[in-house]
């Protein structure tokens, strides 16, 4: 349990770099009997891959995935699930520049003082790459959350740069490779990022996440709050800067009585809380957003330094997302699907044998107010 | 290693309820030798604790700590440093409305679905009492990461409710009961308070933490990450909502020219990152911000429901902060220190042999661009 | 979860030192619900503290245990449950001499060059003192796990130096100062501690352990292995060197067909695994033998060095239990409860939906073999 | 962190079953810059490799081994180091019968009854062809244990069911299939083996390992005592039923001026402690026995019981060891270097910066007394 495991109970161990053999991770603790195959966990990693679109990296990888051990006759076993994805596009030749210098905004020189050695292909394991990782694991947790609890965990992009995409509808956000859910933007999106491309710079995003049927009782008190530990998981993610639980930084300014969601009978009458209070599910949907920065690889020069600490300009070229947000989405779902299982499981552990008399509350009413962008769910 | 332990080799667990016997904490991993004393913990408690001005809660807790363990002769052993707070100002009587009904924004029906069972006295464990806990580990940190390193943790109250309070000096920040860096706007800090409190309403806050001197290479690169961490802690404090890093969401519409940092052998010559890059620090001042929500206990009605599913009318009497915020910041303040003490210790634990001949990026140049509100430590 | 904290679901934080001003522990992640009273967690210290015959050390410690939190109107709230034993009868004059020696077979020397710093006083932490405080928290772990699941944890002395103790009756065991099984063997123990006390020596102990009614499935099954944390729990109490599963050392000169346990509709024939197989319950009894080692204060000579390195004669007067093996019987039925109690909320966690058609394998058969010591199972 | 995963900053999570596509492993918290190629970990594995002897199964695994992260240049980064073996010779067929029924001794109704599934070929997860992995990820720590430290972790075979095989030379111990460290008994031992071989039953083992050099000051005083930690390593081992630290049960009828060893300027006069005292290493050899079970799998008839719980007369052909034990020598070394680097991390995290002007004191004294097998330490 170094710092390349994630979880308590459902745990990702994860390896790799981003121009080595492999990268691929261990899932421990999964509940045995879950039928889950390749092709559920490929779909999900089909959903992140490069190349897809002219937005998004250029570098040909298949990430094709291998199950090694802990399904046998498509059912987990309760034993760990190690899941292989092989390198295959890794031009090494495109950074070899990088070797001796430290490029901004990248993780380059950190990585060179803590260790003394890094490998530079491709960023090595501060590459994005290792995302992919995270996507596999993530479509065992979010199958499990669903047949066991019908919980549904969905994202879409709420903001590409100065554009606010306001939320529409979740039948769109599959339907353009920004993961926008409103068709009436996505032209304006594209013709931004097409300009953006052009002018060799990069932008940011704002992904929100949504999961929905999370019952009221996940979460410890104090330290391992449901929402702490989703903020860990989200800024784990590379290139997140901010994280927000429902209202988040909106709720600075906003009074009592306008944020604290009122209750009746019929349900929560608003959802400012994101779902979680005093670190515990609510019974409503789970409302995260996440800010990413601008992608540091661009190809207009910058100042830096290299390993003499000599002045240098750098730019990059080679295969890079103008915008890495763009393929955000499926990361930021996979990051709270495994947080979310793993407090599902935390959660039975201690409190297996409770029960109350009082009623659930139903998730939020349909004449509720809610904050934009909790979608109809 | 349950939900009331922060920290992997500076760990602290924390336990006790708002008017239960007493409140405290084991810290458990600090490094031998260190000199510390009561006199130093309550300095640190006696920044937060209630009752110091009329915009607080009037509840008298003294907060008196008392080390139970750990300590010979002045010093660390290297063995847990028990902590213990006895409550003492318990009007719980205030409290028995309660019992039966569910406070909007509280805890309280999320907790009674989860286990069953609460001690519902001035919210028990999920009291924002328990953040004296916090603090007095913190001191602990605080102490031994300014000896050791000479970093220096210190917050601030960016905004309060609809008042942005711009940095102008740390020397203002001890000097008002705000925790503001800005002696102009004090008054008007004052007024809008005394007003709030008449209403009977709360509102959020926006504080600002800032670690001066954390050298390059703390942290892990990929999900114990730094900013991971650092975002887990301040989520995990009650009422917050929102965390950021460095830029945090206004990354969101910058692009890659303007957010990453540009590198001399002078120095950074921005800080959007906030200190940490590839989740390892990045030798410039960590910049973290939060959202703190309103205080949920309010004195005007709001609708609920009891143990039954009944609706009722809340409104919440007794002794509370009308904005928490406004104690936060030596609570955020310790939260930090006490996660970076913790990859500190993690730092040298994998790398401790490592050294390199580049030369140590020195903090921000004085004549850099930096990103409000990372004051010229 | 530094090194002073035990469990993972289940989780105890010990802290304290002999005179220091407390120990004590933090109890974190026990279930909501439970029925706990100071009562029946000071029935259990009772078992184990000083001074209650001739045999043991006479320091006078009432060991009064206050709870102090995670317990509301009688019940566990699910939050952590804080114990407080303060110290009383400490008589630290009686170490002065040892500030600048190290003592034979005790920890000083080791602690010494590790942390630069000690609390000599009685040992410090080193002191078996500090199993006061996992007595404490297993009485929890006990309440727990018969109420739920039917177990109980019983143990016996099975050898006191070269004195072998048949088991004879459960009955017998709280009936005389050693835990002995066997009635007709007091006298023998008792002319044996005599005349060893007389000596100034100090001699070990063997102790068994047995929990009955331990269902199939608790334990993972590679390194987290229900006899790999009893094997950790064991060995982590002071002076134990040595642990046993079932046939323990005695497998090295079996049989394949003497030891493998066979299995008929009726139940098991033997139980030479302990009640474990591949690192999970078998549904059988698990067994567990520790070898304590003597004392290692004795009052006569014994060679070692002081702080400078010189050699000096060491002789330990004070007050001592001349065999330390005679309280350990309470400390190793507590860490058996406590692992097994975390065992069974990992368990639930990862499988708490499964169930097979195979019927449970009803403990051994009444005609059946089985090992000595397995008592009335 | 769940159950797979070994150590605390040394981490080893292991994922793989006998039959299945891969096993393997990854090892985070490694230092970077420590050297070290496939070469070097296939020596190791070389050593528990099957089929290399008549006493041993004939199954036919390469066990080659790939690095697939985390090594680069032939140095480590410090990033996760993933080690892949694929399994090759799998005759699943020979373990058709045993889907449906439970091998006594063995791990089958166990999981059975955890699960509700089970990988039954070769004993799925069960198996001892896990052990492997452990092999290679020790080939890690022990380098780095010698290279940082000086440290050799070293073992033989003690015993071979009745045969006691008294310690002579490290020498002999890669000269014969046994790792006996006695030349004369070796055609004793052979004879032994084909005897039993011959018969269709299988016999238990004890294997001494020896840690050499190890500094004084590692190990946590309370829980995490680094006995205590060997201990459960050891435990989760296939088929160990016993762990002794230096004296072990020999300790029970010892006196405390025979056990506790007397210490001299020039060394300690003996090393009953086997190298621990208070959970801290003394700066002494670590010296651990471990007691293995017979060989579950043997051609004889056994009663057992099916899945409905009819029974059944089991008998295990295929290809199997008569004595596990025989090829645990490997296993056993690889486990305590885990343990010993992950405790020399852990050490350094807490007290880098502890010193004393007290002298190391030597190992053992060349005059000294020493408990056998202590060798020529």
């Given at each position: 349990m170094s710092g390349n495991t994630l979880g308590k109970l459902f745990c990702v161990t994860s390896f790799g770099e981003s121009h080595g053999a492999a990268i691929g991770c261990v899932v421990d603790g999964c509940p045995p009997g879950l039928a889950i195959s390749v092709e559920e966990i490929q779909a999900e990693l089909d959903r992140r891959k490069?190349?897809?679109?002219?937005?998004?990296?250029?570098?040909?990888?298949?990430d094709e995935v291998e199950i090694?051990?802990?399904?046998f006759e498509g059912l987990t076993t309760g034993t760990p699930i190690a899941l292989l994805i092989r390198n295959q596009d890794q031009r090494s030749r495109d950074y070899g520049n990088i070797a001796e210098t430290f490029r901004p905004g990248h993780a380059d020189y950190a990585y060179w003082q803590k260790?003394?050695?890094?490998?530079?292909?491709?960023?090595?394991?501060?590459?994005?790459?290792?995302t992919a990782v995270r996507v596999a694991a993530g479509a065992i947790a979010r199958k499990w959350l669903n047949e066991r609890h019908g919980v549904v965990v969905r994202g879409f992009m709420s903001q590409l740069g100065p554009i606010e995409i306001p939320f529409?509808?979740?039948?769109?956000?599959?339907?353009?490779?920004?993961?926008?859910?409103?068709?009436?933007?996505v032209s304006e999106l594209e013709a931004y990022m097409d300009e953006l491309r052009k002018s060799g710079d990069s932008v940011g995003a704002r992904i929100d996440v949504v999961a929905s049927g999370v019952p009221v009782g996940w979460g410890e008190p104090v330290y391992d709050r449901l929402d702490a530990d989703i903020a860990y998981a989200m800024m784990s993610i590379?290139?997140?800067?901010g994280v927000e639980i429902g209202a988040g930084f909106a709720?600075?300014?906003?009074r009592g009585t306008e944020h604290s969601d009122e209750i009746t009978p019929e349900g929560y009458l608003s959802n400012n809380a994101g779902g979680v209070l005093g670190g515990i599910s609510s019974g409503q949907d789970v409302l995260v957003s996440i800010a990413i920065k601008p992608?540091?690889?661009?190809?207009l020069d910058r100042r830096s330094i290299d390993k003499q600490g000599e002045a240098v300009i750098v730019n990059t070229h080679g295969r890079?997302?103008?915008?890495?947000?763009?393929?955000a989405t499926p990361v930021a779902e996979a990051m709270l699907a495994i947080v979310l299982m793993d407090y599902a499981l935390r959660h039975r552990a201690q409190c297996a044998e409770v029960t109350t008399a009082t009623p659930r509350i139903a998730r939020l009413a349909p004449d509720g107010v809610q904050r934009v962008p909790a979608p109809g769910a």
């Open positions: 490069p190349g897809t679109s002219r937005h998004v990296t250029q570098r040909r990888e298949p090694l051990s802990g399904v260790y003394g050695i890094r490998d530079h292909r491709g960023g090595g394991r501060s590459s994005a790459r290792e529409e509808s979740w039948d769109e956000v599959g339907c353009n490779p920004f993961f926008a859910p409103n068709a009436k933007l590379n290139a997140v800067k709720s600075v300014a906003q992608t540091s690889s661009i190809r890079h997302d103008p915008c890495v947000g763009i393929r």
